[in-house]
């Protein structure tokens, strides 16, 4: 493999579809990672742009699959080492294989691979000072086959406190060309304490997109903004049209409701 596992779990996710692939016990699948430039064939853009399970983890299914044709197809009922078998009917010989997959638009006849996902939140406003507090929220996610339960609510709650850190704290600065939100001190982050109670749903598989998994990881982020602004919106009638959402803006929106007629 060339894509980096950054700490989600990624290999372990290849080390399932590849085992449930070739029919045999997880703990027989080792994942290697290649290093940069090792392997011409192996050249990844690095883990991001959520498609790591969804993209690279299909490559590793059709590399398996193509392996299973390579060693005459799977038994019926095959013990856990047929493929040692197969490679000493072979000659005892090294058997490669290898899977690419590349997503693009949808076409008619295929299966949907985009995503969908939803964000509702619960905000308080005091509209004396413009003060916003998220009280809770609520994801739900309809990203296909889940193929480990415990990383993807980590992508999904990641992603969430992702999204709610941009809504409400960060702020890159620029003055005159020059940004001067230069270290963690000045470009403030969301930390635990600033994270409300949280509701995760995730949706099972619909039969517009199969049972392949879908991107996770940046489909939260990109809701919460709206989520917040819209329930502000809701609970008083000011609209804030730019993030962060802070105490000045939201105060600003709340002058500017008062005084339309």
Not at 167 to 191: H, N, P, Q, R, W
Not at 239 to 261: D, G, K, S
Request: glycine share 12%; charged share 25%; with cysteine.
């Amino acid at each position: 493999m060339a894509v980096a596992d950054q700490g989600a779990g990624s290999y372990e996710v290849f080390r399932l579809f590849a085992a449930e692939t070739l029919g045999i016990a997880s703990g027989h699948v080792r994942v290697r990672a290649v290093s940069a430039g090792a392997d011409p064939a192996l050249v990844d853009g690095g883990a991001g742009a959520s498609r790591v399970t969804a993209v690279a983890g299909q490559a590793v299914v059709e590399a398996c699959a193509e392996l299973e044709r390579r060693l005459g197809g799977r038994p019926d009922s095959p013990p856990d080492d047929w493929i040692l078998r197969r490679i000493a009917e072979q000659g005892g010989e090294a058997v490669k294989a290898e899977g690419t997959v590349a997503v693009g638009w949808r076409t008619p006849a295929a299966p949907d691979p985009r995503s969908h996902g939803a964000v509702a939140v619960e905000v308080l406003v005091d509209r004396e000072t413009g003060e916003l507090d998220v009280l809770g929220a609520a994801v739900i996610a309809d990203t296909g086959r889940v193929i480990n339960e415990v990383a993807h609510r980590g992508q999904l709650e990641g992603g969430f406190v992702y999204g709610l850190s941009q809504t409400l704290i960060e702020d890159l600065v620029v003055d005159d060309g020059v940004v001067t939100t230069v270290s963690l001190g000045d470009y403030k982050l969301a930390s635990a304490a600033d994270v409300p109670p949280l509701e995760v749903r995730s949706l099972p598989p619909h039969p517009s997109t199969g049972e392949r998994p879908l991107s996770v990881g940046e489909l939260v982020n990109v809701g919460v903004a709206p989520a917040v602004a819209n329930a502000v919106a809701e609970a008083t009638g000011a609209r804030v049209r730019h993030v962060p959402l802070t105490p000045h803006r939201v105060l600003i929106a709340l002058r500017e409701r008062r005084e339309r007629p």
